[in-house]
C-alpha cells in the first residue's frame, strides 16, 4: 500500500539552530500537509501547499516556518531559529482530492527535540 | 469553549466488548467528519470518512454522525487486543478547500485479553 515517508524519524537540535524535516508524498497524491502534535496534546493544523504554493496556515506557521517542494517527489518543512516549545512529532500528509475530503494519509512522524 | 472535544480515557474493555467513543463539536460549520487510529510513535491512520448525517459501516467499525446534536461517535465491534490505540476524530467545515481539520484530543483504549 502507498505511504508517506519521513525522515528522519528522530532529529535533536540546539536552540537557535535550523532543522530541515523531508516528506515524500504518496506519488499521484497533489495535495500536501504538515501537522503537529505536542507531547500529550492535540494534532495541530501547520500548513496546506498545492500547486507549490501554500494555500493556507494556521496562525502557529509563523515567519519562523517555510515549506518547499524542491523536486517532483520531496515536500520539506524548515523551521528557523528552533525554541524549545518547537519540540513535537511533525507530520507530514497528503491526499489525493483538494481538502482530503476523504481523508489523509499521514507519514509516520519525525519527533524533534530542541535542546 | 473548545471546538473539538474529546474524552481522553483511558477506555479500558475486554476483548470482543463494543467499543464506544465519541467527540462533540461546537462549530456548525464542520460537515467532514474522520475517524483516525494512532498507535503509539506513528502518524494517524484513517478508519473512517463521512459526511451526512447518519451511520456509515465498514467492517467491524461504524461511523455514526448526528449533526443536529453536533456528536459524532465510532464503534468498534468484536474488539481486538490490537485494537489498543488512540482514536482521533477529526473534522472541517465544508467551505474549507484546503483540508484545515480540527483534531480532538484523542481517547486512548485499551481492550484486554
Known amino acids: 500500500e502507498p505511504e508517506v515517508t519521513q525522515t528522519p524519524s528522530h532529529q535533536v537540535t540546539q536552540m537557535g539552530q535550523e532543522v530541515i524535516l523531508r516528506c515524500v508524498p504518496i506519488?499521484?497524491?497533489?495535495?500536501f500537509y504538515w501537522y503537529r502534535q505536542i507531547l500529550g496534546q492535540k494534532v495541530e493544523f501547520l500548513v496546506s501547499f498545492y500547486n507549490n504554493e501554500i494555500s493556507e496556515k494556521s496562525e502557529i506557521f509563523d515567519d519562523q516556518f517555510s515549506v518547499e517542494r524542491p523536486d517532483g517527489s520531496n515536500f520539506t518543512l524548515k523551521i528557523r531559529s528552533t525554541k524549545l516549545e518547537d519540540s513535537a512529532m511533525y507530520f507530514c500528509a497528503s491526499s489525493e482530492t483538494t481538502g482530503g475530503a476523504f481523508g489523509y494519509t499521514f507519514g509516520s512522524g519525525t519527533r524533534l527535540t530542541v535542546v | 469553549q473548545k471546538e473539538v472535544e474529546q474524552d481522553p480515557g483511558p477506555l479500558s474493555v475486554p476483548e470482543g466488548a463494543i467499543v464506544s467513543l465519541n467527540c462533540t463539536y461546537s462549530n456548525s460549520a464542520f460537515q467532514y467528519f474522520m475517524w483516525y487510529r494512532q498507535y503509539s510513535r506513528k502518524g494517524p491512520e484513517l478508519l473512517m470518512y463521512t459526511y451526512s448525517s447518519g451511520n456509515k459501516e465498514d467492517g467491524r467499525f461504524t461511523a455514526q454522525v448526528d449533526k443536529s446534536s453536533k456528536y459524532i461517535s465510532l464503534f468498534i465491534r468484536d474488539s481486538q487486543p490490537s485494537d489498543s490505540a488512540t482514536y482521533l476524530c477529526?473534522?472541517?467545515?465544508?467551505?474549507?478547500?484546503?483540508?484545515?481539520?480540527?483534531f480532538g484530543a484523542g481517547t486512548q483504549v485499551v481492550v484486554t485479553p
Open positions: 477529526a473534522m472541517k467545515e465544508f467551505t474549507d478547500s484546503w483540508g484545515k481539520f480540527q
Open positions: 506519488s499521484n497524491h497533489l495535495y
